[in-house]
């Protein structure tokens, strides 16, 4: 059975809301030690590790509401936006994933003046602390995998079947060309019965063109 658009975009929904979640998460379990404090544990989470995994998941979900709101042709774009995006956002939890997090970065991110709005108990490293362990936390890594799996299956499936635009877009649009056919009309027989019926029932006034013609 063919996935409708409808079903896409709320597959990119879901994927937008897992790789958030997965950014709120630790990614990384540090044990640290300087002469002055002793040792430390602290957590380094999705956000702060991976900045552009918050940039994704807004993304994903501003895309997820376009969908709804857009025509055929826009919900096609949105498609090829979140897919893009999806794939871009799962590069750096797959790398967590298969190689070993650089320590240097680490101590960097946690020297940081902005390292202590990360972590819960406020503590944050010291220039000379020494790194002495490096855990990856598997599951948030891998949530914001799948996120991005998620969204990316359904960017795609939105891409390649954007559907139909609904009939209300459709009526409208049959009004409008009424609307241009009733104009044209008058300035080309003023005093057709017809028209001037035409006209009053689809709510123009006859005089207005008469006064242009």
Known sequence: M???PMQSSALIGIGALAVWGASRMAWLGVEAYDDKSGSKSLNINGAMWSTETTAVALVLLAACVASFALRRSGRRLVGIISGLAAAGGAWSPIQ???TDPDRERVLKL???ESASGHQKD???LTGWSEIMQVTTHGPAAALAIIGCAIALFGGLVLAMNPGKDSARKNRYERKQERSQKIHKDLKDAPDSGRVLWDA???DIDPTVDRGRG
């Open 2 to 4: 063919a996935i409708k």
């Open 96 to 98: 967590l994933m298969t």
């Open 110 to 112: 946690l020297t940081s």
């Open 122 to 124: 406020g503590a944050a």
């Open 200 to 202: 009053i029932d689809a």
